[in-house]
Nanobody
Framework: VQLQASGGGLVQAGGSLRLSCAAS????????MAWFRQAPGKEREFVSA???????NYADSVKGRFTISRDNAKNTVYLQMNSLKPEDTAVYYC????????????????WGQGTLVTVSS
């Protein structure tokens, strides 16, 4: 499985961005898809995940502001990010694993290349 993330950019605090992650392969619907982020000097952290059956999980820091969704027909997962804050600034990575969500990065076998989100104050 190859993952290609896109949609990052520079946005002012309070603004919105939508990230996309396109996956290759015909087994996309069987994967749990997740977004992680990594800020400079910090460890990679869980943001959100959606399982193969559509169960969604969110980090407390993004609940109510971010929404994860998937389109199995397009082999794509999205992360809609609203009310962005400067502390959301990071490189965002999409990741895939079989079936079920997990908040630990090492549980994911497949990773995209990352897309940079910068939120100015």
């Amino acid at each position: 499985v190859q993952l290609q993330a896109s949609g990052g950019g520079l946005v002012q605090a309070g603004g919105s961005l939508r990230l996309s992650c396109a996956a290759s392969g015909r087994t996309f619907s069987t994967f749990a898809m997740a977004w992680f982020r990594q800020a400079p000097g910090k460890e990679r952290e869980f943001v959100s995940a959606i399982s193969a059956s559509g169960v969604r999980n969110y980090a407390d820091s993004v609940k109510g502001r971010f929404t994860i969704s998937r389109d199995n027909a397009k082999n794509t997962v999205y992360l809609q990010m609203n009310s962005l804050k400067p502390e959301d600034t990071a490189v965002y990575y999409c990741a895939a694993r079989n079936l079920y969500n997990n908040v630990v990065p090492t549980a994911y076998a497949y990773w995209g290349q990352g897309t940079l989100v910068t939120v100015s104050s």
